[in-house]
């Protein structure tokens, strides 16, 4: 089973992209080398997916929808738990449904309007997940979206949606982190979405994000944040609404002014959200004994996590470079 190899070459070969092509394939291949007992039954699943004759990718919001995949969607369903938990999505696959745990559409619908056209750009998705927002980002016309996401299974469940599709070839998503991409100040639009928390240098990412930059472009920046004046952070001990390593959630000022430490100018605070159990919900596509954020929140009042921490509560900037 090849995760990324076939479509790599298409890929990269793009008049800008192309000099990068040598040091992304070695540092992708060497990632696929960890060990894992699951991957056998994650080749068996796309192994079964390409037997399938491919269907048309599109929109049929809130869903990426695959539509005229030669199978029955029993069959796929089959396949496509072997791979769970599904945590970003919707899918629909023919008619079958696939709800992941958390409503992708309503972060999208949130930003869409608000950043620069994605139209012909070259887009860098940061700690993509399963490519559920890379995929949207190629929909909405971009000319290569290049994804990076260093946990495997959620390459595998790209893997599975591109097999079932004819269209993705301007999308890939590789097995590696932002620190072992090599510098490619190339992309017009960077997105960094759900990342930054899980940094243990938050001032380092930002950096990094920022050598992605090309002339003249816009960064996409999304993550925890706390309600607090400027320099207001928590840092929480242990877990935070159940999830591990979350180092360190500031306030928005306190995030503006990291932007500007880090060199980025224009920036515009464009969306702060509290994430409902609507948006983030237990489904059968995350496992047999699921739990989501209506079991992370105090169940004597849903503004507090079990932790006693503040509720999740999201915040989206943009900004240029
Ligand atoms: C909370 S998920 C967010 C997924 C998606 N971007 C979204 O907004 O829903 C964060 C993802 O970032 C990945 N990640 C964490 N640190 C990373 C890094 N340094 N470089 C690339 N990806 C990273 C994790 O593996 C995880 O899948």
Same mark, same amino acid.
Request: aromatic share 10%; proline share 5%; charged share 25%.
């Given at each position: 089973?090849?995760?990324?190899?076939?479509?790599?070459?298409?890929?990269?070969?793009?008049?800008?992209?192309?000099?990068?092509?040598?040091?992304?394939?070695?540092?992708?291949?060497?990632?696929?080398?960890?060990?894992?007992?699951?991957?056998?039954?994650?080749?068996?699943?796309?192994?079964?997916?390409?037997?399938?004759?491919?269907?048309?990718?599109?929109?049929?919001?809130?869903?990426?929808?695959?539509?005229?995949?030669?199978?029955?969607?029993?069959?796929?369903?089959?396949?496509?738990?072997?791979?769970?938990?599904?945590?970003?999505?919707?899918?629909?696959?023919?008619?079958?449904?696939?709800?992941?745990?958390?409503?992708?559409?309503?972060?999208?619908?949130?930003?869409?309007?608000?950043?620069?056209?994605?139209?012909?750009?070259?887009?860098?998705?940061?700690?993509?997940?399963?490519?559920?927002?890379?995929?949207?980002?190629?929909?909405?016309?971009?000319?290569?979206?290049?994804?990076?996401?260093?946990?495997?299974?959620?390459?595998?469940?790209?893997?599975?949606?591109?097999?079932? /599709?004819?269209?993705?070839? &301007?999308?890939?998503? +590789?097995?590696?982190? #932002?620190?072992?991409?090599? !510098?490619?100040?190339?992309? %017009?639009?960077?997105?960094?979405?759900?990342?930054?928390?899980?940094?243990?240098?938050?001032?380092?990412?930002?950096?990094?994000?920022?050598?992605?930059?090309?002339?003249?472009?816009?960064?996409?920046?999304?993550?925890?944040?706390?309600?607090?004046?400027?320099?207001?952070?928590?840092?929480?001990?242990?877990?935070?609404?159940?999830?591990?390593?979350?180092?360190?959630?500031?306030?928005?000022?306190?995030?503006?002014?990291?932007?500007?430490?880090?060199?980025?100018?224009?920036?515009?605070?464009?969306?702060?959200?509290?994430?409902?159990?609507?948006?983030?919900?237990?489904? /059968?596509?995350?496992?047999? &004994?699921?739990?989501? +954020?209506?079991?992370? #929140?105090?169940?004597?009042? !849903?503004?507090?996590?079990? %932790?006693?921490?503040?509720?999740?509560?999201?915040?989206?900037?943009?900004?240029?470079?």
């Amino acid at each position: 089973m090849k995760l990324f190899e076939d479509k790599f070459e298409l890929f990269f070969n793009d008049l800008t992209l192309h000099q990068f092509k040598e040091e992304c394939l070695s540092k992708s291949l060497k990632a696929l080398q960890v060990k894992n007992g699951n991957i056998p039954k994650w080749n068996e699943s796309i192994d079964e997916l390409e037997s399938y004759s491919k269907g048309e990718l599109g929109l049929n919001e809130p869903y990426i929808s695959i539509q005229d995949i030669g199978s029955s969607s029993e069959n796929i369903e089959l396949s496509l738990r072997k791979l769970l938990p599904w945590r970003k999505g919707p899918f629909l696959l023919n008619d079958l449904v696939l709800e992941s745990e958390w409503l992708g559409d309503l972060k999208w619908q949130r930003l869409n309007k608000k950043i620069r056209p994605l139209k012909n750009k070259r887009v860098l998705d940061i700690g993509a997940g399963n490519g559920y927002f890379s995929l949207r980002m190629a929909l909405e016309g971009a000319k290569k979206v290049l994804g990076i996401e260093p946990f495997m299974l959620f390459n595998y469940q790209f893997a599975a949606i591109e097999t079932l /599709s004819k269209n993705t070839s &301007n999308t890939i998503l +590789l097995p590696l982190r #932002l620190e072992e991409l090599p !510098s490619m100040p190339v992309f %017009e639009s960077v997105f960094s979405m759900g990342v930054l928390y899980h940094q243990r240098d938050h001032m380092k990412h930002l950096l990094m994000l920022k050598k992605m930059m090309a002339t003249d472009s816009e960064l996409i920046l999304e993550t925890l944040i706390v309600d607090g004046p400027r320099d207001f952070t928590i840092e929480p001990e242990g877990r935070y609404a159940n999830m591990r390593n979350v180092y360190c959630l500031p306030s928005t000022d306190t995030l503006k002014s990291w932007l500007i430490d880090a060199g980025f100018n224009d920036i515009k605070l464009i969306d702060v959200t509290q994430t409902s159990t609507h948006e983030q919900s237990k489904t /059968s596509w995350i496992g047999y &004994n699921p739990a989501s +954020l209506e079991d992370f #929140l105090d169940p004597s009042d !849903s503004n507090l996590t079990v %932790e006693g921490y503040p509720a999740p509560k999201r915040a989206i900037f943009i900004c240029g470079n």
